[in-house]
Nanobody
Framework: QVQLVESGGGSVQSGGSLRLSCAAS????????AAWFRQAPGKEREGVSS????????YYTDSVKGRFTISRDNAKNVVYLQMNSLKPEDTAVYYC?????????????????????WGQGTQVTVST
């Protein structure tokens, strides 16, 4: 079974930057859509950003627009989330996810139910 491995999390001060990476372990991953979600303590998992393979279209939740950028390196089969101008409210565990078996994620790109493969998460902490 394909496993996704996130990396790049850590602790930064407000206004700082981090780049998260998501790679498939042991195999080439074929998927329709890749996405990043986050979950803060006591809150529901939230869709942050997604990237469609077929048309390259990306989506962002309103709170990160203009600050976060999703991208992928086809040669390395890695998906990235560049996070700039980080705020304390960005503090959460960040998860990458891909939709491998269905194109429903192209219609609901920030809905967690659209994705069938998840990483274990990486902690991002932003301090004031």
């Amino acid at each position: 079974q394909v496993q996704l491995v996130e990396s790049g999390g850590g602790s930064v001060q407000s206004g700082g930057s981090l780049r998260l990476s998501c790679a498939a372990s042991g195999t080439t991953l074929n998927y329709y859509v890749a996405a990043w979600f986050r979950q803060a303590p006591g809150k529901e998992r939230e869709g942050v950003s997604s990237l469609s393979v077929s048309d390259g279209r990306s989506y962002y939740t309103d709170s990160v627009k203009g600050r976060f950028t999703i991208s992928r390196d086809n040669a390395k089969n890695v998906v990235y989330l560049q996070m700039n101008s980080l705020k304390p409210e960005d503090t959460a565990v960040y998860y990458c996810a891909v939709a491998t078996g269905s194109i429903i994620a192209t219609m609901y790109p920030l809905d967690a139910h659209s994705y069938d493969t998840w990483g274990q998460g990486t902690q991002v902490t932003v301090s004031t």
